[in-house]
């Protein structure tokens, strides 16, 4: 069947190689893609969110699948539209991806239905936000309700930080007008459990963890994300199933009660604090760069798979017993402001994955293309091994003006 991938990062580069794995599908188009990509799939110059013109796109070519990766797209309802007009798509329609797009409706839904979270209130006034603040305890989390591309989110320690943050929220409307989620501090190891989801019936995929800090030892600002690796030797079998149970399967339910089935990858940021696991967030999506660690242990076909939920089936999966860890190359600035267009070389030297998150080709060559650059990701049959070959692999890698973590997992070896 021909299929189609809507988005244009390291994530939609996951998707499109676990799909080309499949003899099932004959041919992949990516809209709009990127270099990467562009060596397994036919790149077509449609963004994410020209939802009519990928309609258009999928009726013109026989599109039989569709997988939605970015959020941007899910939010103008590329799903509503696609499932109008009889295509199968893979994703939650515009209504069931509140649970990423909005904070508010993500922590009213949980406080609903008993699932366990972190204390908070919601804010449109400064004054009222800034009040709550100075009552409660720092350091205290300040989150943006709404999508804000991994970066709506700053935990303040001090009342400077917050009072600043809580400016460029609702004052200076930094990710645009909107409201905002103050919550209580958790601590504990973050992780985060990606699940298939056809209304009430879910599938887990292996959990992973991603490293949110630009530097080592979680160090710097928040980041779309510079590195994950999974499995993790902290999370139990018993862990594993409270969480199934008590958050994945508990909010399924509660989507379908309320009237609002999801369908697609619902991610669960969850914590494993001294007081049981909690949720931090939901999203309507793939993680990114945890897809990148996650899918290439996928046995399954994908097209099975993506059909399945897409038909709100239940899918099944099978998964290698492989550790899998992934370095993000980051453009030298990022997430600040940082230049574009350095020639990278050394690519083809690599044995690992390489998924590529903003390159382009020009005069012939692989240039940065934004502030993630792509994640070089290794597997092996056990964590320190994988590790040691990305690391090693990385080397491989020639540009002036890329960085990366050089300590993704060590937690695990704690």
């Known amino acids: 069947m021909n299929v189609l991938v809507i988005g244009s990062?390291?994530?939609e580069h996951a998707i499109v190689e676990a799909l080309s794995r499949s003899s099932k599908a004959t041919k992949i188009y990516a809209a709009p893609?990127?270099?990467?990509?562009?060596?397994?799939a036919e790149c077509v110059a449609i963004k994410d969110t020209e939802v009519e013109k990928l309609v258009e796109f999928a009726k013109s070519h026989d599109v039989e699948l569709t997988v939605v990766g970015p959020e941007a797209a899910l939010a103008v309802g590329v799903v509503d539209r696609f499932r109008e007009e009889g295509l199968k798509i893979f994703g939650p329609t515009k209504a069931a991806a509140e649970i990423e797009a909005s904070k508010d409706?993500?922590?009213?839904?949980?406080?609903?239905?008993?699932?366990?979270?972190?204390?908070?209130?919601?804010?449109?006034?400064?004054?009222?936000?800034?009040?709550?603040?100075?009552?409660?305890?720092?350091?205290t989390v300040l989150k943006y309700d709404g999508l804000a591309a991994g970066k709506g989110v700053v935990i303040a320690?001090?009342?400077?930080?917050?009072?600043?943050?809580?400016?460029?929220?609702?004052?200076?409307?930094?990710?645009?007008?909107g409201r905002v989620v103050i919550e209580e501090f958790l601590t504990g190891e973050e992780f985060s459990l990606m699940c298939f989801v056809a209304g009430n019936k879910i599938c887990p995929m292996p959990v992973a963890q991603d490293h949110k800090r630009a530097y080592d030892n979680d160090e710097g600002p928040n980041t779309g994300g510079m590195g994950a690796y999974t499995e993790l030797p902290f999370i139990t079998p018993e862990d594993h199933a409270y969480a199934m149970e008590n958050i994945m399967q508990r909010v399924a339910d509660a989507m379908v009660a309320e009237g609002v089935p999801f369908t697609g990858v619902l991610y669960g940021g969850?914590?494993?604090?001294?007081?049981?696991?909690?949720?931090?967030?939901?999203?309507?999506?793939?993680?990114?760069?945890?897809t990148e660690v996650v899918l290439p242990r996928l046995k399954s076909d994908a097209v099975d798979v993506f059909m399945a939920v897409a038909n709100n089936e239940q899918p099944t999966t099978e998964w290698t017993d492989e550790a899998t860890l992934g370095i993000v190359l980051a453009s030298k600035g990022y997430p600040g402001s940082y230049d574009k267009g350095f020639v990278i070389r050394g690519t083809e030297r690599v044995d690992a994955k390489?998924?590529?998150?903003?390159?382009?080709?020009?005069?012939?060559?692989?240039?940065?293309?934004?502030?993630?650059?792509?994640?070089?990701?290794?597997?092996?049959?056990?964590?320190?091994?994988?590790l040691n070959k990305a690391r090693k692999e990385i080397a491989n890698i020639e540009c002036d003006n890329l960085f990366h973590r050089t300590d993704i997992g060590a937690k695990a070896f704690r």
């Open 33 to 40: 893609g990127n270099a990467g990509i562009a060596e397994l």
């Open 157 to 177: 320690e001090t009342m400077e930080e917050a009072e600043a943050t809580l400016r460029d929220m609702l004052l200076d409307t930094k990710f645009g007008e």
């Open 270 to 290: 969850l914590m494993k604090t001294p007081n049981g696991i909690k949720v931090i967030e939901f999203n309507a999506r793939f993680g990114d760069p945890e």
């Open 354 to 386: 390489i998924y590529h998150m903003g390159t382009a080709r020009k005069d012939g060559e692989l240039v940065t293309a934004g502030g993630r650059v792509m994640i070089v990701v290794a597997s092996a049959p056990s964590l320190e091994e994988a």
């Open 105 to 139: 409706f993500a922590k009213r839904l949980m406080v609903k239905y008993d699932v366990p979270t972190a204390a908070y209130a919601t804010f449109t006034d400064f004054e009222e936000a800034m009040a709550y603040v100075r009552k409660g305890s720092l350091p």
């Open 9 to 11: 990062g390291g994530r």
